[in-house]
């Protein structure tokens, strides 16, 4: 499974309904909908500044993550952003890897 950073960020409803049911029930909530495409939720904090919201969740693929996100998206009181996460090895594997690439106007 890939793991994804996930950044949300409530409009004015949203944050309403958040100080009225209070942080744990949208944890809870967030954990159902993640569970429901096959993920696991990881991590979940709130924070104040650009994003609500930050943490981990597991996908098993990258359909299952763009189907929450479209699904929560398209709710109109929050926005998220998936970034997908690589491991260290990963990062191994990339480094190894030559790509052709050529800078535009060279």
């Known amino acids: 499974m890939t793991k994804y950073l996930y950044a949300a960020k409530y409009n004015s409803e949203g944050m309403k309904g958040l100080i009225k049911d209070g942080g744990s029930k949208r944890r809870e909530a967030a954990d159902q909908a993640i569970r429901s495409v096959g993920?696991?939720?990881?991590?979940?904090?709130?924070?104040?500044?650009?994003?609500?919201?930050?943490?981990?969740?597991?996908f098993p693929d990258d359909a299952s993550a763009a189907a929450l996100s479209?699904?929560?998206?398209?709710?109109?009181?929050?926005?998220?952003?998936?970034?997908?996460?690589?491991?260290?090895?990963?990062m191994d594997q990339a480094s190894k890897m030559s790509p052709k690439y050529r800078a535009p106007g060279r």
């Not at 993920?39 to 597991?58: I, P």
């Not at 709710?75 to 260290?88: A, H």
Request: aromatic fraction near 12%; hydrophobic fraction near 35%; charge should be negative.
């Open 39 to 58: 993920g696991k939720l990881e991590s979940f904090y709130f924070a104040f500044g650009e994003s609500d919201v930050y943490g981990v969740a597991e």
């Open 70 to 90: 479209a699904t929560i998206n398209s709710s109109g009181e929050t926005t998220i952003k998936l970034t997908p996460l690589m491991t260290v090895e990963e």
